[in-house]
């Protein structure tokens, strides 16, 4: 019975349901529609499980196959993750939101086909937009209307290219699709938007920070990820994905060091890390597909770590400004430890999860012949370390002593943030746990001695060129500012150039209904003169050459309007 | 400087020690495990080690370069 409802559905209905229990019960009640969800998800094995036919459409609401196991036991994990460490916020709309938020990803996971994927897709814009608004600061409303126009549009477009696909007769299966055509290059513009594609990001690094405390924890997981998983099912060994991920791998690294932001911080590094998932997709083999879902799988649960350890921080000391952060491990030992697991588990130290997933895709890479994105991936794996590995937890928890005398993070977030750093190191330690779930059996040898050697030495090297730039005092130091991104076009560029397009056009237009008006009146004028002579004829024309001017005026003006509405 | 930054500094000089003898030992180890390479890159003595320093150096030069074109004031959004 369980496999004929979509798992995730539960968790979206039962939202609805969050709002009116108190506090404790409604943990409990959330915890359990998750742990439903996941018993039907796990249930399903690859195949069609439930279809169903609206306005002549076939859709098929539940289908999973060899993708959807691992991830939706990822999404699954870190909506638990998500409840428990926002219990002590006590914030309905956050858990009701936010449930409904992993519910909808969860759902559209499971999603055979474009429209039912659409609304499952929009879903998740619609219920997290509220994660954003609820994180209550200055900046939380504008970056809140920002992230749904961008995420709405999304949809729109991956509509616009289904219902391109749905009239060329190629059907509405969400399955591989050519990017050459013009359906699929909208789709794959639709699923760019929320993997975060170079230039298309600014949304990641504008949203996540100004969300609440447990909802960048919860953005952080599932919209991003949900991308990767549909290009995978759509676009698997797409070559132009192989250069976009290296683009996306090499840029925010360079933005992490001068963001003094550090919740900031981890939005680049996320767009980094969908990077190299990015880039496997495009190379699409075995050994690639099986890092893009490994790596995808660790790093939902240590990127929403490293994002925990950042709330806990800004709930004590009010702040993830680096620049005013510093000593916080000696009243905070048990998240600095985690932020710790986080830190080391992303920079791919051996033992941690990112050591074990990550290096399947930067081994396909070489494999294939891709020489040159392998020199970006591991140059960007040393901007990794830079970032997340370093910055993160250094400028938190060392680097100066700012004097906080602050208590340790709520019993909830460090339960949360434990078992996230205990998944970490189980994956890291034991990856046949995770690599038993992924699509093809795991051949590549990652504990190879060389191998591993090659990763510590650039690891530590790379620690060292840190101690080095430090001791010298070469090391930038955090400042208080803006680092513009590319929502800098949408924010800044595009409005000064719609203005100064507008502008012209509404000076033009004043200027002719003003003088026009004049012109009127004057004529008005002249014609009422005429009639005061009382010649019946010259006031027959007056009054006719008026209305013609009148009427003229009036096309004129209807016109200027047509132009500019 | 304050007890707690002169004991933060203490970590620090130990934790640098620490990570230089680490350095040395894996440099070290190069010679004695042997490195699979899939390319003539990787072949080359020490490449992991030079890379991994060069790598961090050059971020954080184009992250100080970058600061010189992007960087704005706090308010800068605000200000409209």
Aim: hydrophobic share 55%; proline share 4%.
């Amino acid at each position: 019975m369980l496999t004929n409802i979509p798992p995730g559905l539960v968790m979206i209905l039962g939202a609805a349901l969050v709002p009116l229990l108190t506090h404790t019960p409604r943990q409990i009640f959330m915890l359990g529609l998750i742990l439903l969800s996941g018993l039907q998800a796990w249930q399903l094995d690859p195949g069609v499980h439930l279809t169903t036919t609206i306005m002549g459409l076939d859709l098929t609401l539940i289908r999973a196959d060899a993708l959807t196991k691992p991830f939706a036991l990822a999404f699954h994990i870190m909506a638990a993750l998500g409840v428990i460490f926002g219990m002590n916020a006590n914030c309905r709309v956050t858990e009701s939101s936010g449930l409904a938020y992993a519910g909808a990803a969860i759902a559209a996971l499971f999603a055979g086909d474009f429209i039912t994927l659409f609304i499952f897709w929009e879903l998740t814009a619609f219920t997290s937009v509220f994660l954003i608004l609820k994180g209550n600061r200055p900046g939380s409303l504008g970056a809140a209307m920002r992230y749904l126009v961008t995420q709405v549009s999304s949809g729109v477009v991956l509509l616009a290219g289904a219902a391109l696909l749905y009239s060329q007769g190629q059907g509405l299966t969400v399955g591989p699709l050519d990017a050459t055509t013009l359906p699929g290059f909208l789709i794959l513009l639709a699923f760019g938007v929320k993997a975060a594609f170079p230039f298309l990001n600014g949304w990641m690094q504008d949203a996540y920070p100004e969300a609440s405390i447990s909802g960048t924890v919860m953005l952080s997981a599932f919209t991003s990820k949900l991308a990767v998983f549909v290009l995978a099912q759509c676009f698997l060994g797409l070559e132009w994905l192989v250069y976009i991920g290296a683009v996306m791998i090499a840029f925010p690294v360079f933005f992490a060091v001068i963001e003094n932001d550090l919740r900031r911080v981890l939005a680049f590094s996320s767009n980094n890390q969908i990077g190299f998932m990015v880039i496997g997709i495009g190379i699409g083999t075995e050994l690639a597909l099986n890092g893009v879902v490994a790596h995808a799988f660790a790093h939902i649960i240590f990127k929403s770590l490293l994002f925990m350890t950042m709330g806990a921080v800004l709930l004590r000391t009010g702040t993830t400004k680096a620049n005013e952060l510093g000593g916080l491990w000696r009243s905070m030992p048990l998240t600095t430890l985690f932020c710790l697991v986080g830190a080391v588990s992303i920079s791919c130290f051996p033992l941690f999860s990112g050591y074990v997933t990550k290096t399947l895709t930067v081994a396909s890479a070489i494999k294939e012949g891709y020489f040159w994105v392998w020199m970006v991936m591991i140059f960007a794996s040393a901007g990794v370390l830079e970032h997340s590995g370093i910055k993160i937890p250094y400028f938190a928890f060392f680097a100066h002593d700012r004097g906080f005398k602050v208590k340790e993070a709520p019993r909830n977030m460090l339960v949360a943030m434990g078992i996230a750093s205990l998944l970490s190191v189980i994956i890291g330690v034991y990856p046949n746990a995770l690599y038993g779930i992924l699509p093809y059996a795991v051949t590549f040898d990652v504990w190879e001695a060389g191998h591993l050697l090659g990763e510590l030495q650039l690891l530590s090297f790379a620690i060292l060129a840190f101690v080095f730039l430090m001791v010298r005092g070469l090391y930038p130091p955090e400042i208080d500012s803006t680092v513009l991104n590319t929502d800098w076009f949408f924010r800044k560029l595009a409005p000064k150039i719609i203005m100064g397009i507008v502008r012209p056009l509404w000076a033009v237009y004043s200027v002719t209904v003003n003088g026009l008006k004049l012109i009127l009146l004057d004529l008005m004028d002249f014609a009422g003169g005429q009639i005061n002579k009382s010649s019946i004829g010259a006031g027959a024309m007056s009054t006719s050459v008026a209305a013609g001017i009148f009427l003229t005026i009036f096309a004129l003006l209807l016109a200027l309007r047509f132009l500019l509405v | 400087m304050s007890k707690k930054e002169s004991e933060l500094a203490v970590m620090g000089r130990k934790a640098s020690r620490v990570i230089l003898a680490i350095c040395i030992l894996l440099a070290v180890a190069e010679f004695i495990i042997h490195r699979h390479s899939y390319s003539d890159a990787e072949a080359f003595p020490l490449f992991y080690s030079l890379f991994g320093f060069l790598a961090f150096i050059s971020v954080v030069i184009g992250g100080i370069l970058l600061r010189e074109f992007i960087m704005r004031d706090k308010d800068y959004y605000d200000a409209d």
